[in-house]
């Protein structure tokens, strides 16, 4: 396959100034399907239509049987016979010219077989058991699920069931929607004699569905040429500038490009590295975005150095070399090697600086990364073919399912739950604009696949569907976290569960859910629930109301709104000014064995702070004398703590009772409303020993929920 191809719908051919490999001339499809009409080619040779197809084959599958591909093309031809595409040409060259771009692309026979029958029963008069019977099940399944595609029309109000079809058939088997982008690229290069407005909504479906598709299963060659086919159409006049900026750099005579490339086959002539050192000019889209991004273009920005290698350590031996011999630009490494791109994708990304200050862009891969990098699941053959002894050994004994990868189990999960087809094909228009997936650790070494930007909420419901209405919360690395927390590749997620069944999920979570599943498992449990709350249940709602409405303080008492004044604690504390009245502060609330100061107030008083409280830094820093304080010899003491916990049913019953246990008096409390499914508690609370604080605060911190007791710690400082 080749980007070159005139596009009748746009103002001109679609240039590459250097070509990507050492391809064989442009095939005139055309002229071998007219002469394909002339007569049926002898049984032991094949027709010279279809040897184009075998020789692209054999350059991948040098042992590759070439009988099925015969005996297709015989019956494609025959069946199609008659037949004329809008262009005027003989539609035997349509199913001929798909063909051909997969087994450029390294298709295996069975893929090439069916894409030569694809459109066969659709257009004919052969059936899908005829198929069967002459080709095996495998071939008819795939004929099966393209011609399934092509039979739901591509208007406005059928776009979603046509799409929802393609990724039941793209779920079953991944070769269906290879046929599929390699039949829409040849569309799109004859679009031409459409109407405009037709040309324009095909390629506005391609653009939106197709494309990033073809992104995700990795066929970078597909995506680039129907990238550009789309641009053409619906931006003719920027791309008539692109093309412009591209035609006038290949006039130039300095190519910065060359000179660096020049280089790089040197260092690594040297370091004794063999490796295999091309140009990879940008297509017309990478143009026009580096354009947008960078403004004016110089050499350097209309293509990137392709180094080729025979092994994975020499990769890293490239890197080495090229980073020790030329100045690179570290913060452009990449090591999607080490950790490859939800598609497969593998290489290292570097950029070096040429002596004019101009940066050149370096990817490093093995040939075999390069295959995978073109052509993503077309390059890894039949997914149900046993393995080789050689793939084995590679993946000891284990194989990863290409018609399966993550994403698309993903996506075929929430089609199935969808409410509407208007919510599925927002929902997958949403999801196909992520162009960037994280993988995320669970704490039993098991991963979650999901897309940048997805929160806790999204790893909940990716890793227990539905039952994540029962999350309270989790913990990124270690660290408890709200569900609304944005992870990153690599983070480690340790999901919190509640332990009622009947929990509900709270409608907050809508506004932080950007997968689809999360979504579309929020709106189906609020749909069905119009009258409930907003998740936290209707006993932790009332328990809350009740314990707001305790009395709030003395006006102008230091401390929590809601928190009685303390100066009356049977704590005592002994300070150095006889007569003086004492109280103990209420942004720190100290309790024996404390280490406490005091400061003098108005009206006499002197006010008890911890030495680390915030209070006490800024009485000094407005002058304030310190006043010696120690403890008597009571025990006995009045602490404010504050807790932190989930929302959950029975919360508040389970806390009081652990305090209670603990034979502490509550004094006062406030819960304030739920932010996020998170609640702060705050007791003021009688204790008989000082000395069983932190036996308290360690009983709090053990009722399921909770996640942090802390001592109050206010930062009023104007009540003094």
């Not at 208007?155 to 799409?163: C, H, I, M, N």
């Not at 008539?240 to 035609?247: C, F, G, N, S």
């Not at 990137?304 to 020499?314: G, I, M, P, T, Y």
């Not at 890793?463 to 913990?475: F, L």
Request: glycine residues 8%; charged residues 25%; negative net charge.
């Amino acid at each position: 396959m080749s980007a070159e191809a005139t596009n009748p719908a746009s103002p001109g051919p679609v240039i590459n100034t250097v070509p990507r490999r050492k391809a064989r001339p442009r095939i005139d499809l055309r002229r071998l399907g007219r002469a394909a009409l002339l007569g049926p080619a002898a049984r032991d040779r094949l027709p010279d239509a279809i040897g184009h197809v075998a020789e692209a084959h054999r350059a991948h599958y040098p042992d590759a049987d070439l009988e099925p591909l015969r005996r297709a093309w015989v019956l494609a031809e025959s069946s199609h016979r008659g037949q004329m595409r809008k262009s005027g040409e003989p539609y035997i060259t349509h199913p001929l010219a798909v063909t051909l771009i997969l087994a450029e692309l390294g298709a295996e026979t069975t893929t090439l077989t069916a894409s030569l029958l694809h459109d066969t029963v659709e257009d004919t008069e052969v059936t899908l058991d005829q198929v069967g019977e002459e080709f095996g099940a495998e071939v008819r399944y795939l004929v099966d699920g393209v011609t399934k595609l092509e039979k739901v029309d591509y208007g406005a109000a059928a776009e979603p069931e046509t799409f929802r079809k393609m990724l039941v058939a793209t779920g079953s088997d991944v070769r269906v929607m290879s046929i599929k982008l390699a039949d829409r690229l040849h569309n799109m290069r004859t679009l031409g004699v459409m109407r405009p407005e037709k040309q324009a909504r095909i390629a506005k479906v391609t653009r939106d569905v197709l494309i990033p598709l073809a992104e995700r299963l990795g066929v970078q060659a597909l995506k680039t040429e129907l990238e550009d086919l789309v641009f053409a159409i619906l931006h003719p006049e920027e791309y008539d500038h692109t093309r412009e900026l591209i035609v006038d750099n290949a006039s130039r005579a300095d190519d910065p490009l060359a000179e660096v490339t020049d280089e790089v086959r040197t260092v690594l002539r040297d370091a004794g590295i063999q490796a295999e050192v091309l140009i990879r000019p940008r297509h017309f889209v990478s143009v026009h975005r580096v354009a947008r991004k960078r403004g004016r273009l110089r050499g350097a920005d209309f293509g990137r150095l392709l180094v080729l290698v025979n092994e994975d350590a020499d990769c890293y031996g490239v890197l080495g070399e090229l980073h020790t011999c030329l100045k690179p630009v570290v913060s452009e490494f990449k090591d999607f090697i080490a950790v490859p791109k939800f598609n497969l994708y593998q290489s290292l990304h570097t950029a070096v600086a040429h002596t004019d200050g101009q940066v050149v862009e370096v990817l490093i891969r093995t040939h075999q990364m390069h295959k995978v990098a073109e052509a993503g699941v077309i390059a890894l053959g039949n997914p149900y073919a046993p393995p080789s002894e050689e793939q084995q050994a590679a993946n000891d004994g284990e194989r990863a399912d290409p018609t399966r990868p993550g994403w698309l189990s993903r996506l075929l999960d929430w089609q199935e739950g969808a409410p509407d087809p208007d919510t599925f094909w927002s929902t997958l228009r949403e999801d196909l604009a992520q162009d960037r997936e994280i993988t995320v650790y669970r704490p039993d070494g098991g991963t979650l696949g999901l897309p940048d930007g997805a929160t806790c909420v999204d790893a909940a419901y990716a890793q227990y569907g539905e039952d994540a209405h029962a999350c309270i919360g989790a913990r990124v690395n270690g660290r408890l976290a709200t569900l609304s927390t944005a992870l990153k590749d690599g983070d480690t997620v340790q999901l919190l569960m509640g332990q009622d069944v009947a929990s509900e999920p709270s409608r907050e979570w809508l506004e932080h859910a950007h997968t689809p599943a999360a979504r579309i498992a929020i709106q189906r449990w609020i749909a069905a629930h119009p009258a409930t709350g907003d998740g936290q249940g209707a006993e932790a709602n009332e328990g809350a109301q009740s314990v707001r409405s305790a009395p709030p303080a003395s006006e102008g008492t230091p401390g929590t709104p809601g928190t009685p004044n303390t100066g009356d604690a049977p704590a005592t504390p002994v300070v150095d000014q006889p007569g003086a009245t004492v109280r103990l502060a209420g942004c720190c609330t100290p309790v024996p064995p404390d280490e406490v100061t005091g400061f003098s107030v108005r009206g006499g008083v002197v006010t008890v702070h911890r030495v680390e409280c915030s209070a006490v830094a800024h009485m000094k820093s407005v002058g304030r004398a310190e006043v010696g304080v120690r403890w008597g010899d009571t025990t006995e003491c009045r602490v404010t703590l504050v807790a932190e916990s989930f929302g959950r049913p029975h919360l508040l019953a389970d806390l009081t009772e652990a305090i209670a246990l603990e034979g502490a008096e509550i004094v006062s409390a406030t819960v304030e409303p739920p932010t996020q499914q998170r609640v702060r508690h705050t007791y003021t609370l009688q204790l008989p020993d000082a000395a069983h604080l932190l036996t308290l605060m360690r009983a709090m911190r053990n009722v399921p929920g909770v996640y942090d007791v802390s001592r109050a710690q206010h930062h009023n400082t104007t009540a003094f």
